[in-house]
T-cell receptor, first 112, second 112 residues
Framework: DGGITQSPKYLFRKEGQNVTLSCEQNLNHDAMYWYRQDPGQGLRLIYYSQIVNDFQKGDIAEGYSVSREKKESFPLTVTSAQKNPTAFYLC???????????FGSGTRLTVV | QQPVQSPQAVILREGEDAVINCSSSKALYSVHWYRQKHGEAPVFLMILLKGGEQKGHEKISASFNEKKQQSSLYLTASQLSYSGTYFCGTEEAKAAGNKLTFGGGTRVLVKP
């Protein structure tokens, strides 16, 4: 079955450490996205990529970095520059120009 | 700027109807609707393109008024399974390539 996989489901890190969240899809989707969700709030766009080797900043890109070396993979690194990294991170994919998003099950990151 | 959803929350008895609104200050190309259960990933419900079309998913339907940049989601004869948080996602321009900005969400609780 096609889908989008995020790992790990829960992640704990010490303040000041970089951490990388994994996102893999086998839907043959061109576009991939990273959103951040804080308790009781909507989804805010961090980064998105429409094709391999190309990506753009979203509304809250500061303190984050991404890469898109393969169509199937879009990892997100939360750097020590991100002031408040504790949140629920959602990865999604879609066809490049149309269609609904398929979301992964999310990674809940807690920084202590 | 994110779209504004109203109401923020609604409580229904099974079988009752509800309307959720999504308004944007910008010209829109499309509007998506998603439902998220607690602790889970959002699930795509439907997409509406400019042109005022109306779509349906089970007994959930939606409309898009492009002149007012507003979309409404209609929950008809609500079922217990309709409980969750509903998000609208707006696409401002086709050139942006299916990049969505999400509203703050509307919490729906359907009681027996």
């Amino acid at each position: 079955d096609g889908g989008i996989t995020q790992s790990p489901k829960y992640l704990f890190r010490k303040e000041g450490q970089n951490v990388t969240l994994s996102c893999e899809q086998n839907l043959n989707h061109d576009a991939m996205y990273w959103y951040r969700q804080d308790p009781g709030q909507g989804l805010r766009l961090i980064y998105y990529s429409q094709i391999v080797n190309d990506f753009q900043k979203g509304d809250i890109a500061e303190g984050y970095s991404v890469s898109r070396e393969k169509k199937e993979s879009f990892p997100l690194t939360v750097t020590s520059a991100q002031k408040n990294p504790t949140a629920f991170y959602l990865c999604a994919s879609s066809m490049r120009w149309q269609g609904g998003y398929t979301f992964g099950s999310g990674t809940r990151l807690t920084v202590v | 700027q994110q779209p504004v959803q109203s109401p923020q929350a609604v409580i229904l008895r099974e079988g009752e109807d509800a309307v959720i609104n999504c308004s944007s200050s910008k010209a829109l190309y499309s509007v998506h609707w998603y439902r998220q259960k607690h602790g889970e990933a959002p699930v795509f419900l439907m997409i509406l393109l400019k042109g005022g079309e109306q779509k349906g998913h089970e007994k959930i339907s939606a409309s898009f008024n492009e002149k007012k940049q507003q979309s409404s989601l209609y929950l008809t004869a609500s079922q217990l399974s309709y409980s969750g948080t509903y998000f609208c996602g707006t696409e401002e321009a086709k050139a942006a390539g299916n990049k969505l900005t999400f509203g703050g969400g509307t919490r729906v609780l359907v009681k027996p």
